[in-house]
């Protein structure tokens, strides 16, 4: 992203807001951005990664000010907010799932939130007012992407693909599903559980691992 950070912004806050689905660089890798709360524009990312609406995908938040007004947060979830900003999603129950179209909302009402130390993907978040979807760009079930020239030739049909770089290849996101007790860990991944137990004093069960 040669250009300033503002002026990625605005372009990308553009197409969002016509419905449009971008392809943009993320702490892990590349991801595609739609409107959460708009279910036209979450099917169209399940369209294009020929995913079905049966697998939910996680959003990005801008705030843990923000998780707190919209989840269902005890004081065993605060502990993992503490973490935050970090590769790390967390499940949570959503105070009114309607909220959010299907693909998003999961059967038990859990939606998996991330807040990024990237600065996109927040900033978006922060200029379009709402969640944006936070899920690799890739077709499902393949290798995420880290370079925007792969991004093209394997998901053409975007509207729009913010050159990044090629990006570090690091792990996605550790998920944990704070809905259930004990909370489970869904997929290993860039934070080792083991930072997660000592940092937050909680056990964890390793349930298995999803897909982005």
Known sequence: MARG????????????????????????????????????????????????????????????????????????????????????????????????????????????????????????VERLGRPITATSANISGRAPLYDPRDVERELPGVDLVVDGGLLERVPTSTVVDLTVRPPAVLRAGAVPVEYLERKTGVKLVVAGRGGD
Not at 53 to 60: E, V
Not at 75 to 85: H, K, T, V, Y
């Open 5 to 124: 950070l503002e002026d990625v912004v605005g372009e990308v806050v553009e197409v969002l807001e016509a419905g449009g689905v971008v392809a943009i660089p993320t702490d892990t890798c590349y991801g595609l951005a739609a409107d959460a709360t708009r279910p036209e524009c979450v099917s169209r990312v399940f369209e294009l990664k020929r995913r079905s609406l049966s697998k939910p995908i996680s959003i990005f938040v801008d705030s843990v000010e923000f998780v707190l007004e919209e989840f269902e947060v005890d004081e065993i979830a605060e502990r993992f907010l503490r973490l935050l900003p970090a590769r790390l999603t967390l499940v949570l129950l959503a105070k009114k799932p309607g909220k959010y179209p299907a693909g998003i909302v999961g059967r038990s009402g859990g939606v998996g939130v991330r807040l990024s130390p990237h600065p996109l993907p927040t900033k978006l």
